[in-house]
Structure formats: C-alpha cells, structure tokens
C-alpha cells in the first residue's frame, strides 16, 4: 500500500469536463452540464505561483484556467495544493508522498467505472520546480497501468520526465520561448510539441522553426470538432480529450489558437466512439 500522508498534507485533485473519462450529465445545465470523475491536478496559475516559465502570450491574456481561479471552490482547492507544495517542495519522496491519495482515490474510480486510467498534470498552473518533476516521473514508473500527459513551458525539467512510455510530456511554445524550445528539440526526440498563437496560421508558423517535425493538427475541441464532453444514449460521456486520445498517448503533435472559431453549443448529440487506443486500466 502506498504511504499516506494526513489530508491537510496532501495534494487534491481537480474535476476537468475536457479530460474525464467519465461523467454524468448534471439535469437543467445544457449539454455540456456534467459531474466528472476527478482526473486532474492543478496549482494557481502566474508568475508568483506556478508559472515561473509563464510568456508573455499566455499570461495573463489567453490564460483560460486562470479565470477559473475567481470561483472560490477553485481558488481554495489551488491554495491548499500550493500550501502543500511548498511544505515539501525540497523533497521528491514528500512531493511523490501527497500525490498518493489522489492518485490512489483516481483509480478506485475509474476501476469502478470500467473507464481508461488517464491523468492530467496541470489543467492550471505549471510544473513548479525539479523535485516536482521527479515526483511525477516517480508516480508514473509506479503506476504504468496510468496514461499521464503534461504540457509544460518549463523546458528546464522537461526531459527529467521522458523515456517513460505513460507519461507524455508537450511543450507549449509560442513567439516569445521558441528560441528557448529549439535547443531542446535537438537534442531529446520524444519530445511533443503543442504550437500556441493568436491564431491558427501563427501556430503554422511556429511548427515551421523545427524541421522535419509535425505541425500537428489543430485541438479538435477548439475547431467544434469534437464537443466539449461526448455523450452516449445512457447520459454518461467523456471529455474530448480522451474521445480523441491524441495528446494523452502522444501520437502527434498538436496546436492551440486563441481564435475563437468554435460554437459552444452542439445541438444533436454525439454518440461515444469505440476503438480507441486508450485502453482501460
């Protein structure tokens, strides 16, 4: 059994609509109300907290998480995380410590609903520092039966997380850290790549600095291709990230715009596919 550490000491993780792999549908909030299974971990977003790395692009203008944070259910949840990091932000073995609740309560769940083990590191926030990242890499060598995926413009710590087969690691580049992201490139190829812009033909732009690598297609979600969660004909669903499977096993590289192309509402609804590569844990 993994050991624990007393609730206040622990990390707790957060409810992601986009990357669940279960949900249920919440009556009277739209096609998109949903109650999903907690698969994600978030600390508060900015320069003071988490994103050390933080650009000019995505702080704090097209910073989607960072708006979340005015609700107060979320602003606590991401304070109390950040308390604990900083109690063992020295320490991988405390770091790796809090993360086991979470992380065991994680699989319990999604065992019980017969559903893909899949976890997003950072829905908000970034990795904060070397011991954080060890941690992660530490949780995924313990757990392979989780598919973790983490987008991160801390290119310092990056490569501390590759060479795992369940842990995919993106870096988010735009105009002001591809010069910083290069470097990188050449030298670690398991590397991904997720290309941020004001819009879709910069994020083009950007993938054209790294030769012979993917530019990726564009997040499915962002185009309305894919709906935010995916329901089936019993009202259960999942989140696109897990109906597209692509940035969680990392098959491609992928792009972000700011632009805003996509209706937020799907009229008919979208029956569940079957046959995708994420299988369950």
């Excluded at 203008?61 to 308390?83: D, I």
């Excluded at 490139?185 to 819009?199: I, P, Q, R, T, V």
């Amino acid at each position: 059994m993994n050991e624990l550490f007393s609730p206040e000491e622990s990390f707790r993780s957060s409810t992601d609509r986009k990357t669940a792999p279960y949900a249920r549908r919440r009556a009277g909030k739209g096609p998109y109300g949903a109650e999903p299974l907690a698969n994600a971990f978030g600390l508060p977003s900015g320069p003071d907290y988490a994103c050390v790395h933080a650009t000019e692009w995505c702080w704090p203008g097209t910073c989607y998480a960072h708006a979340l944070e005015m609700f107060p259910g979320v602003k606590n949840l991401l304070l109390h995380n950040w308390a604990v990091f900083q109690q063992h932000h020295d320490s991988v073995w405390g770091l790796s410590t809090a993360m086991n609740s979470m992380l065991d309560t994680f699989e319990k769940d999604c065992k019980k609903r017969n559903v893909p083990k899949v976890w997003r590191w950072f829905w908000d926030g970034d990795i904060p520092n070397e011991e954080f990242a060890r941690a992660m890499r530490l949780q995924a060598m313990d757990r392979p039966h989780v598919q973790f995926w983490v987008y991160t413009r801390n290119f310092e710590v990056a490569p501390l997380l590759l060479h795992k087969d369940n842990l995919t690691v993106y870096l988010s580049v735009d105009r002001f850290n591809v010069d910083a992201a290069i470097p990188l490139w050449e030298k670690h190829m398991f590397l991904k790549y997720a290309f941020c812009g004001d819009s879709w033909e910069e994020t083009e732009d950007l993938a054209r600095r790294f030769p012979r690598e993917r530019s990726g297609p564009r997040c499915p979600e962002i185009t309305g291709n894919i709906p935010l969660v995916v329901w089936d004909e019993q009202g259960t669903g999942r989140g696109a990230c897990v109906e597209c499977g692509m940035c969680i096993t990392g098959t491609n590289n992928v792009r972000f715009s700011s632009q805003k192309v996509k209706s937020n509402v799907r009229q008919q609804p979208v029956r569940l596919t079957s046959g995708r590569s994420l299988a369950n844990g």
